[in-house]
């Protein structure tokens, strides 16, 4: 049964797309029949991976945003939702975006189920797959709670920046509420530090809070019990914004890179850990 | 008469408030008159300049949003807008942010004349000032359009990163769109690169895009046919990131780094240039 995690924050350009596409295409490299989801508007996994954002216009289910919106059984004809997969790199496939995706929390936010789209649309494709990963948009709005409601596991990218840290304590609200309400299965992986600059003492101390305030949720009942800042933080290495704009993975621009390599290690921390309690 | 910048960009992270505080304590040390609007309920300005974010349990006027959110007369009565202006630094004010804010859109989603409640609140004290800087959060709902409303230049901080490019036709659109139903006077000054890489090819080829796209725009009839990539770019600097957890503007907390230098030059470029037509 696969790993399902989302990579949400609300702060935005924070690294969750560079994450999500570079993790898995690490974890694709690996041998891990790997699926991505892009559930955001801005269509950034669809873009970073040369995939065109499909935009629908016969209604020919094509993206992430026909799955979200179509009426489920019996009210509905049930679609497939492998119709919508792109077959992106070797073990990697892909739910593309659509940008029309913007408009989406508005016509969802009478439907019945409405935080439960995702989760019932993958549910009959999850055993094809070891990893799925969910990219967030930058909000907490109806599809970031449509992510967190489909996934197990959540991790969070961030910077080691002061103004970093002041949302985190929201972030973990927004995940509590939803295990709360809508999925108890839901837990905090942890944290991944993304542009990282390593050598300043900034990064070490924001580094350092993080690391004191998972220690001290140790044994408490929340859903960040068992986080952690997971390693090896994500330096700050221009390859990973230039890539994108080849349609490229990080690992086809330049596999030696700083960016490569700790992607790369990433996946092995990730493949390495044991599960969450 | 002053000039009243909105600085917007809907992508997150990307320099706005940090241009907002530098550029402002810039121009205050250089004898100007400053005042800056903290529009974000993230009150990233409030805390960056050390100032608590006030949060108002007894009524009294505050904070931007007691501005935002009064019934001017002759429905309620005037409020004075100075009763909410902090003094941070010498020639800067402030209007700070206070964090219920996050509810204003809603709150305000049915009030008459919502877009423009920060203009009519300046109205009577834009005289005391030779710069308003209006920081907007990163979104296109209502806080950015009061900013926009109110304001009578835009500038774009963004990074130079191919994604970041990805969102800027969506940026000139709104700013399009406010022009033409709520505020004919609004143009775009143009884009601050910030976090600038300038060593890269990457970065050199996202200005010259840039450039080129708005050299393009020159004599059609749009509110960005005058914008120009703003002088100097905003290199990287770990001291920018560090001295708001010390509740201190640049300048305070390293006069002489590279994040002092170039926001005081960008200052000597905005005070050099001719107006906008
Ligand atoms: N480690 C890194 N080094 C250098 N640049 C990076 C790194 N990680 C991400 N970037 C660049 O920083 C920018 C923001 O990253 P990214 O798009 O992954 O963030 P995001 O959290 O998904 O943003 P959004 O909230 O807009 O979806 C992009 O231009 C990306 O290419
Ligand atoms: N030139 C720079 N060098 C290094 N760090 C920077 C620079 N400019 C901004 N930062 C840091 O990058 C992060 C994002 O910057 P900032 O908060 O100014 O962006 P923003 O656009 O206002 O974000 P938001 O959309 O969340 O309001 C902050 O931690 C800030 O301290
Ligand atoms: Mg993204
Ligand atoms: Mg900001």
Same mark, same amino acid.
């Given at each position: 049964s696969p790993r399902i995690i989302a990579f949400m924050n609300q702060k935005g350009g924070v690294g969750k797309t560079t994450t999500v596409v570079s993790l898995g295409a690490a974890l694709a490299r690996a041998g891990c029949r790997t699926l991505l989801i892009d559930l955001d508007p801005q269509a950034h996994v669809t873009l970073h991976l040369g995939v065109e954002p499909s935009v629908s216009d016969d209604g020919t289910p094509r993206a992430a945003y026909h799955l979200l919106l179509h009426e489920p059984a019996p009210y509905g004809s049930p679609i497939d939702p492998r119709a919508t997969i792109v077959h992106a790199r070797k073990h990697l496939a892909l739910i593309p975006a659509i940008t029309d995706q913007a408009a989406i929390e508005t016509e969802l &936010? *009478? &439907?019945?189920h409405r935080h439960q789209r995702l989760a019932h649309a993958i549910a009959s494709l999850r055993? *094809?797959?070891d990893f799925i990963l969910i990219d967030c948009p930058p909000s907490l709005g109806l599809l970031t709670l449509n992510g967190l409601v489909a996934a197990q596991e959540v991790i969070m990218p961030m910077q080691s920046h002061f103004l970093a840290l002041q949302g985190v304590g929201k972030l973990l609200e927004t995940v509590r509420l939803i295990s709360q309400q809508l999925n108890p299965a839901l837990q905090v992986r942890g944290v991944v530090l993304a542009m !990282? *600059?390593? !050598?300043t003492n900034h990064a070490k101390e924001v580094v350092a809070d993080l690391r004191g305030f998972f220690d001290a949720s140790r044994g408490r009942a929340v859903p960040w019990a068992h986080a952690e800042v997971l390693n090896p933080p994500i330096r700050r290495n221009i390859k990973l914004a230039e890539c994108p704009s080849f349609g490229q993975t990080v690992f086809e621009y330049d596999p030696t890179c700083a960016g490569s390599n700790d992607y790369a290690e990433l996946a092995e921390e990730l493949l390495t850990q044991p599960p969450l309690p």
């Open positions: &936010a *009478d &439907a019945p055993k *094809d797959y !990282h *600059d390593e !050598h």
